[in-house]
């Protein structure tokens, strides 16, 4: 079973992956594109760490954990 913090932690993670793919010369341009694609409705760290204070609240309960209940490895 997926924990919160472990979402989080995937959903910013993937979101910095994306980032990299999209800097990185050795990439094919159609990856690199495709990064891009998905990056422009990717919601950005706060934007997460907006919706894991919202589910503390009761809204997307039990799916999100705030940056501070995830660990010190996350930028």
């Not at 979101?15 to 594109?33: H, I, Q, T, W, Y």
């Not at 409705?41 to 995830?70: K, R």
Request: charged residues 25%; glycine residues 4%; aromatic residues 10%.
């Amino acid at each position: 079973m997926t924990m919160p913090n472990e979402r989080t932690r995937a959903l910013i993670w993937a979101g910095e992956f994306l980032r990299e793919v999209r800097r990185c010369d050795s990439v094919p341009e159609n990856l690199k594109a495709k990064a891009y694609q998905i990056l422009r409705h990717y919601p950005a760290t706060f934007e997460i760490q907006q919706a894991a204070t919202m589910s503390e609240h009761g809204l997307f309960s039990a799916w999100l954990a705030t940056v501070e209940n995830i660990g010190s490895d996350v930028a």
